[in-house]
């Protein structure tokens, strides 16, 4: 296999992971598709560092930062989506307005 | 030859589970689809020769980042989600961009077309901690400190006021 098809593939997830952020109406389907976007450039880090610099690791090493922040941003997101649901009983985004002034 | 067939039955599962994440009705549907493509990506790291990635893909994202999500459908999602419309009214413009995205990102592989693996996967858990530990050990270190925060912060906005 050659980079390109790992490039071609990260690509086509990044597009898919972009169309259901711009789309879903439910804020746990957007916080999914945020985790779509982040698994499209770790496949492009480690793709990377496969082909075009063998036997260096940096871009591993990014790819476990990539992954701690996700997990951590996640963790932040589930936690305020159950905050939001606990006040307005709805997970749709067109209803969060309690910050308007 | 074996390669090849590995690469397009990986790419199959993780384009065709990730369009189960964007489009399916239900979040429950959703959320399953999300575990199978993280597991999909998986496989695609130790076709790529990094073993310690793998690992922790696997124990992070389909063992923790799936299963919390499923936590919180159970949590805050309802029957009716499955037959309310999840697609907000601004699809068309959003497949414009996305069309977009699409044939930029396609273009880039030929820039790089033809660039084969010169040598064979090498472990690599000892080499990426001795970096981690020695070159890398301030980022290391604050990624924990961001770990303690996001922790905290979880537990704050979870818990039930105090009345």
């Not at chain 2, 090849?4 to 489009?23: D, N, P, W």
């Amino acid at each position: 296999m050659t980079l390109s098809h790992y490039l071609a593939l990260s690509g086509v997830l990044f597009t898919i992971g972009l169309f259901g952020v711009l789309t879903r109406r439910n804020i746990i389907g957007i916080l999914m598709s945020i985790e779509l976007l982040l698994n499209a450039a770790n496949i492009n880090f480690v793709a990377f560092n496969r082909f075009l610099y063998p036997g260096q690791h940096l871009g591993q090493l990014s790819v476990i930062f990539v992954i701690t922040l996700a997990a951590a941003e996640v963790v932040v997101g589930l936690a305020l989506v159950m905050a939001i649901y606990k006040n307005l009983k709805s997970a749709y985004v067109e209803d969060y307005n309690i910050l308007k002034g | 030859m074996i390669e090849q067939i590995v690469f397009y039955m990986l790419a199959a599962v993780i384009i065709l589970s990730a369009l189960g994440v964007v489009l399916l009705p239900g979040v429950m549907h959703s959320a399953l689809c999300l575990g199978l493509c993280l597991a999909g990506v998986a496989g695609v790291f130790a076709s790529l020769g990094s073993d310690f990635i793998f690992a922790a893909q696997i124990l992070v994202y389909v063992s923790g980042i799936a299963v919390l999500i499923l936590f919180v459908v159970l949590l805050a999602g309802s029957a009716s989600d499955l037959v309310t419309r999840q697609i907000n009214e601004q699809w068309l413009p959003s497949l414009l961009i996305c069309a977009a995205f699409i044939w930029s990102f396609l273009r880039i592989p030929a820039y790089f077309s033809g660039i084969t693996a010169k040598s064979d996967p090498a472990p690599t858990v000892r080499a990426l901690a001795g970096a981690l530990l020695g070159d890398y050990a301030v980022p290391f270190e604050l990624i924990s400190i961001v770990l303690l925060a996001s922790m905290t912060g979880a537990v704050l906005f979870a818990r039930r006021k105090a009345e």
